[in-house]
């Protein structure tokens, strides 16, 4: 189907980050005292580490490291770290999608056609490809800005659904933790449930730094994250990590019982399964490499789950292709974004869509949460 781009947006859009990127060109020589080539990561190093003397975090083959998380420590130091940072990510946006998806454009149907992919996954999800669409980033103004110029043709409407934190409720259904299941049940916050506990407090004195801690936590747990890999995502001593997945488990036991069984009979049959009964080998279960073995009990865990998730919302889209055919709608599914499905729609199906995608979306496969 294709989506239909605001092309002029874009033009616009590219114009006001080239702006952006002079200014803190400019910006970056004062702070180097000098001009060089902000794009070599050899010319950086120089002037961060020989000119500036800023501490050596790591170093690669080549030289010293300017990678992200070298800057994200050395922005303590000095300005220019952050600076080289925020020019890193505009000149990102600009080049691979404001610049990027103009090209896209079909001559024909003036929209951008993406591929999507079942089987480049391991757990399951699609992928999309030639242009990823499911890249677009959001959590910045100018990434909101770049999905802003997604439109919907003349008299038609964008609708989106997601599913809010479908792994942590498949979790909750699959490990049958009474707690969990509990507090998705009451519509309570989950994020913030878990930091009352971790930090104990009440969730009326909890401030924001807290409730992110804990989503950390929430969602760590489900990938198989370390005490180590958690106190390096928070920056926080490794003891007070393990402190933290301590009380998780305190709180969620079953969710710690239910790990501990899927990796065990994992390594006896040699595979997971997703709800929908989907096998995942993992042959390194049984490695005497550790580090192999570590890495495939990690995805043991995380399989089911996210495998899942990618299960229940490909039915979803299976049973709302089928109604919209079925009910003769001239609505039609244009994307899938992981956890969110993009419907375009005449403004005169709206409401029929808008019921339609909620019924179907809640109702495709029976869990013991909502």
């Given at each position: 189907?294709?989506?239909?781009?605001?092309?002029?947006?874009?033009?616009?859009?590219?114009?006001?980050?080239?702006?952006?990127?002079?200014e803190?060109?400019?910006?970056?020589?004062?702070?180097?005292?000098e001009?060089?080539?902000?794009?070599?990561?050899?010319?950086?190093?120089?002037?961060?580490?020989?000119?500036?003397?800023l501490?050596?975090?790591?170093?690669?083959?080549?030289?010293?490291?300017?990678?992200?998380?070298?800057?994200?420590?050395?922005?303590?130091?000095h300005?220019?770290?952050?600076?080289?940072?925020?020019?890193?990510?505009?000149?990102?946006?600009?080049?691979?999608?404001?610049?990027?998806?103009?090209?896209?454009?079909?001559?024909?149907?003036?929209?951008?056609?993406?591929?999507?992919?079942?089987?480049?996954?391991?757990?399951?999800?699609?992928?999309?490809?030639?242009?990823?669409?499911?890249?677009?980033?959001?959590?910045?103004?100018?990434?909101?800005?770049?999905?802003?110029?997604?439109?919907?043709?003349?008299?038609?409407?964008?609708l989106?659904a997601?599913?809010s934190?479908?792994?942590?409720?498949?979790?909750?259904?699959?490990?049958?933790?009474?707690s969990?299941?509990?507090?998705?049940?009451?519509?309570?916050?989950?994020?913030?449930?878990?930091?009352?506990?971790?930090?104990?407090t009440?969730?009326?004195?909890?401030?924001?730094?807290?409730?992110?801690?804990a989503?950390?936590?929430?969602?760590?747990?489900?990938?198989?994250?370390?005490?180590?890999?958690?106190s390096?995502?928070?920056?926080?001593f490794?003891?007070?990590?393990?402190?933290?997945?301590?009380?998780?488990f305190?709180?969620?036991?079953n969710?710690k019982?239910?790990?501990?069984?899927?990796?065990?009979?994992?390594?006896?049959?040699?595979?997971?399964?997703?709800?929908?009964?989907?096998?995942r080998?993992?042959?390194?279960?049984?490695?005497?490499?550790?580090?192999?073995?570590?890495?495939?009990?990690?995805?043991?865990?995380?399989?089911?789950?996210?495998?899942?998730?990618?299960?229940?919302?490909?039915?979803?889209m299976?049973?709302?292709?089928?109604e919209?055919?079925?009910?003769?709608?001239?609505?039609?599914?244009i994307?899938?974004?992981?956890?969110?499905?993009?419907?375009?729609?005449?403004?005169?199906?709206?409401?029929?869509?808008?019921?339609?995608?909620?019924?179907?979306?809640?109702?495709?496969?029976?869990l013991?949460?909502?």
């Amino acid at each position: 189907q294709g989506m239909a781009l605001d092309k002029s947006h874009l033009q616009k859009l590219s114009q006001r980050i080239h702006l952006l990127l002079i200014e803190q060109e400019k910006e970056i020589y004062e702070l180097a005292g000098e001009q060089f080539n902000i794009n070599s990561p050899k010319q950086l190093s120089v002037i961060l580490f020989e000119k500036l003397e800023l501490p050596v975090i790591k170093k690669t083959k080549t030289g010293y490291s300017t990678d992200v998380s070298v800057l994200e420590e050395l922005s303590a130091e000095h300005d220019l770290p952050e600076v080289i940072l925020l020019y890193r990510q505009l000149a990102k946006l600009k080049s691979t999608y404001v610049d990027a998806l103009q090209e896209e454009i079909f001559g024909k149907t003036v929209r951008v056609h993406t591929s999507f992919n079942q089987s480049v996954a391991a757990t399951g999800r699609l992928s999309s490809s030639n242009p990823n669409l499911q890249n677009i980033p959001i959590r910045t103004e100018m990434g909101r800005e770049i999905r802003k110029s997604f439109i919907a043709e003349e008299n038609k409407k964008i609708l989106s659904a997601d599913y809010s934190q479908v792994e942590l409720r498949i979790l909750a259904h699959m490990s049958e933790d009474e707690s969990l299941i509990d507090a998705f049940i009451n519509g309570e916050d989950i994020h913030t449930r878990t930091a009352v506990e971790i930090f104990g407090t009440t969730a009326e004195r909890l401030d924001a730094e807290a409730r992110r801690m804990a989503k950390a936590v929430n969602f760590g747990i489900v990938y198989g994250l370390s005490a180590f890999g958690l106190s390096r995502q928070l920056k926080i001593f490794p003891k007070e990590a393990k402190k933290f997945i301590d009380k998780y488990f305190e709180l969620y036991k079953n969710v710690k019982i239910y790990m501990e069984r899927t990796v065990e009979d994992a390594r006896d049959i040699g595979y997971t399964r997703t709800l929908m009964n989907r096998k995942r080998y993992l042959p390194d279960l049984n490695s005497k490499n550790r580090q192999a073995r570590e890495a495939a009990e990690r995805i043991a865990i995380n399989s089911p789950v996210q495998g899942s998730a990618a299960d229940l919302i490909k039915l979803a889209m299976i049973n709302l292709d089928r109604e919209i055919a079925q009910k003769k709608l001239n609505s039609r599914m244009i994307l899938q974004v992981h956890d969110e499905l993009v419907f375009e729609c005449p403004s005169e199906e709206e409401e029929e869509m808008r019921a339609l995608v909620k019924k179907e979306m809640e109702e495709v496969m029976p869990l013991k949460v909502p």
